[in-house]
Nanobody, 122 residues
């Protein structure tokens, strides 16, 4: 079993930045972020196995950056140029997958965090 604990959410104005963190209780290769806005389905935001293996949703490419601190089993999501449509509950997710199965669209998380709220005002 792997526990995931997110932190770093909050309220920010459009154009601002936030960095989310996800601490895993042990090493797990595939980690990523999903989000769910009210009334919408949960969607993948970004995922990573290593620095050279990352995957992003088209809606966040160029604005969000995912990074893994393998030594500390911690995943980060730096979000820049935030938009009101980025408002959602953000969930950390993880699974025992390699590069191919960790890519968004294929990634089926085995573990979930409790979520952290991000609110972007216009």
């Amino acid at each position: 079993q792997v526990q995931l604990v997110e932190s770093g959410g909050g309220a920010v104005q459009a154009g601002g930045s936030l960095t989310l963190s996800c601490a895993a209780s042990r090493y797990i290769p595939c980690m990523g972020w999903f989000r769910q806005a009210p009334g919408k389905e949960r969607e993948g935001v970004a995922s990573s196995v290593s620095a050279g293996s990352t995957s992003y949703a088209d809606s966040v490419k160029g604005r969000f950056t995912i990074r893994k601190d393998i030594a500390n089993n911690t995943l980060y999501l730096t979000m820049n140029s935030l938009k009101p449509e980025d408002t959602a509950m953000y969930f950390c997710a993880a699974g025992w997958y390699g590069d191919a199965s960790c890519a968004l669209g294929r990634f089926r998380p085995m573990y979930w965090g409790q979520g952290t709220q991000v609110t972007v005002s216009s």
